[in-house]
Nanobody
């Protein structure tokens, strides 16, 4: 059974940093494209960042570009999201997701497996 388990969320002041981790039980983790999405109360789940199988390509939503960094460690079956210069509007539940080869890395519908999410709250 595939499991994606996020950790690292919490409460932080605006301007602060958090590092999210997602540990995957995928048998061949390096064969999966990994993404981070987030969902704020009353809003749709939205794309945050994605990383290709070897980590050679990374993609970001405009709203987080220059502040967030996605990375992966295939030896540890883990993907990370370093979040700096956090803003109150970054408050959401953050989910990691995996797909062998998503048609569109920025679309939630392209991902096959999802974690349960971790709450990030940024206070002003």
């Amino acid at each position: 059974q595939v499991q994606l388990v996020e950790s690292g969320g919490g409460l932080v002041q605006a301007g602060g940093s958090l590092r999210l981790s997602c540990a995957a039980s995928l048998r061949t983790f390096s064969s999966y494209f990994m993404g981070w999405f987030r969902q704020a109360p009353g809003k749709e789940r939205e794309f945050v960042a994605a990383i290709s199988w070897s980590g050679g390509s990374r993609y970001y939503a405009d709203s987080v570009k220059g502040r967030f960094t996605i990375s992966r460690d295939n030896a540890k079956n883990t993907v990370y999201l370093q979040m700096d210069s956090l803003k109150p509007e970054d408050t959401a539940v953050y989910y990691c997701a995996a797909a062998p080869d998503p048609d569109e890395y920025g679309s939630r519908w392209g991902y096959e497996y999802w974690g349960q999410g971790t709450q990030v709250t940024v206070s002003s």
